[in-house]
Nanobody, 126 residues
Framework: QVQLVESGGGLVQAGNSLRLSCAAS????????MGWFRQAPGKEREFVAA????????DYADSVKGRFTISRDNAKNTVYLQMNSLKPQDTAVYYC???????????????????WGQGTQVTVSS
C-alpha cells in the first residue's frame, strides 16, 4: 500500500512563493515517476509538473513553466513543488501522484498515475 501526504499549502498574496511537499510511504519511492496536478472549483484536474524516478528529467504545464520547479529527494521519499510568482489563477487543490510505469507519454494525464494524495489547498489572493 502506497500513501502520499501533501503539505505546505496555504493562503498567499500574488507574487509570493510556496513550497509544497509530498511524503511517500513505501520502500520503492525511487522506482516511481511522480507528478503534481491541481484542481480548481468547477474545473477538471490538470497536470502541473512531473519528474522521473531519478529526478533527471522534468516536465511542466505551459501555464507554470518558468515559475514552478519540481524536485525530489529519494533518500527522504519526498517530492517537492516550488511555486514562485504565484498568480490568483494558481488557486486550486494541489495533488501529488505516483506512477509505477515510469516516464510515459501519458504522464500529463491523471489516469497514468496509480496513487494519489489527499490534496493541499493553495489560495492566491490578488
Amino acid at each position: 500500500q502506497v500513501q502520499l501526504v501533501e503539505s505546505g499549502g496555504g493562503l498567499v498574496q500574488a507574487g509570493n512563493s510556496l513550497r509544497l511537499s509530498c511524503a511517500a510511504s513505501g520502500r520503492t519511492f525511487s522506482s516511481w515517476s511522480m507528478g503534481w496536478f491541481r484542481q480548481a472549483p468547477g474545473k477538471e484536474r490538470e497536470f502541473v509538473a512531473a519528474i522521473t524516478r531519478s529526478g533527471g528529467s522534468t516536465d511542466y504545464a505551459d501555464s507554470v513553466k518558468g515559475r514552478f520547479t519540481i524536485s525530489r529527494d529519494n533518500a527522504k521519499n519526498t517530492v517537492y513543488l516550488q511555486m514562485n510568482s504565484l498568480k490568483p489563477q494558481d488557486t486550486a487543490v494541489y495533488y501529488c501522484a505516483a506512477d509505477r510505469g515510469g516516464w510515459r507519454d501519458t504522464r500529463v494525464q491523471p489516469t497514468a498515475y496509480e496513487y494519489w494524495g489527499q490534496g493541499t489547498q493553495v489560495t492566491v489572493s490578488s
